[in-house]
């Protein structure tokens, strides 16, 4: 873990995530992150983001005036700062969370200080570009394979959000032959996450991700389909590397190393030397690579994008 | 067609396509376009770029001094600038043309002219971008459905490149249930390009697109595999809109109207509501177009790529 490199400054962070929110301040990862707490996500917006507010203020209390805030969200989020409904939280299932309004809060309690709001996984890439895997960087992936599946983009140097946002999550992928399993996405069945997240290999084997046995023939579908979307990814985004975090991306028993190695093996399968470049061959293992930050990608992507805001003013 | 802004300056434009290069001498499309002509594209680089350089030269005698050039190529290109192989179309299996430079040969006869380079459909966007169905949006993508898929992109205002370029014709699909045609990409076999190019289509039916009839069951499939890739591209990318270009986006007999009809049918049953946007429901005849341009949006994307270098001096 670095050190916060020394021109950033003392914020605020709110990874708000469907099962629970991580609040943190400080100025970066490692020794920069001076305090973090995380309360249950539950279905009563207005009375969590009351306790986030109110432990930021005291921490503001104990460490000094907080210069940005940053919120990486679950989603989906608009994103459109022109929108009467900017940081608010759209059309999500989750019970409670319809069109919440989850920077307006934040933003009345601290009138003035800057305030960055983007998708969880936007935040998770904007943090491993500031202090993580894609340093230096301008057009990278950040994937999260876990309870849900998707990926935040910096395509020239910026966060991708186009019309809406991606939904990465929900392409659509060729079915390996004689595999019947129907998927667990309720909008599309069998798409990258109605397959490959930790709900569906838990569908799929009635075993959690994490008790899965190493020789289970379920992670080497997990290894194809998420190669296969992977290589999707790959034709369109042209991106210089591939993060993929999340809980499933640590392969259980197998072990991060081997699920990494089997899923570079079957992405240089698919690609089948179409595309030529070292890093789609034999330099593989620096094009798909775990998060530098691991677990702690998503609140310190909302750490970095407070820090943006900074150095946008 | 519209005329050409009065800011924009005469320029040379070459569009290096697989099977002919199209060179023109003007300030835009339509009454801006002042000569073009055509070649067939053979496999001696250095004879037809010297016919190139000759009739620009013979244009410039005639209508004025080339304030910039620009090129759209087929590829794989090299699109880094600091690449010693910058301007060359790389490892193509076209005979004649692998390791071609075909930037440098207009460079040397042109010295100090400036020059834009980009691949055949990243031009072909910025065409539209300038003067065509793009005007005014940040995001969107030019596919091209043709002798082969591919598509350009635009994301956040600047061409997408990356670590190579895009080559989103051989993203992967699932297949439609009963279908076993194998698919003609030599590397992927049932790839995007390998179930709906136009040699594709051929081999698929034996008949040529233009030829089909329209009550073809081989329309349908064109439709739904397309519309599941635009599905995919719609969640990598998240782009405002989506322009079909190409020969076979024509629909043959069928038309372009009901090709694009039953594509967008298929491309909202894919997304199936996940994603809510007007523009991916009932406005989603806003969402995918065809090329304002037409069969002119290469070449007249070429202009555009020498017209944005006058703007980046």
New interface residues.
Partial sequence: MTAAPSNDVLVGALEAGGSKFVCAVGTGPGDGMLARISFPTGDRPAELLSMVVDWLKDQEARHGRLRALGIASFG?VDLHPSSPRYGFI??TPKAGWRNADVAGRLRAAFAGVPLGFDTDVNGAALGEHTWGSATGLS?FVYITLGTGVG?G?M??G?L????????????????EPGDDFQGVCP??G?CWEGLCSGPALHARTGIRAEDLPPDHPAWDLMARYTA?AI???T??????RVILGGSVRKGGRLGEERFFQRVREELKH?L??????P?LDADIDYYLVPPFLGDDAGVCGAMALAQDQRKNL
């Fill in positions: 989906p759209t059309s057009d990926a983009a395509v020239g910026r991708l959000h186009g019309l809406v946002h991606p939904e990465m999550g929900h392409m659509l992928l060729p079915r909008y599309h069998a296969r290589a999707n990814i034709c369109v985004l042209s991106p210089q698919a089948n030397g179409y595309i030529i470049h890093f």
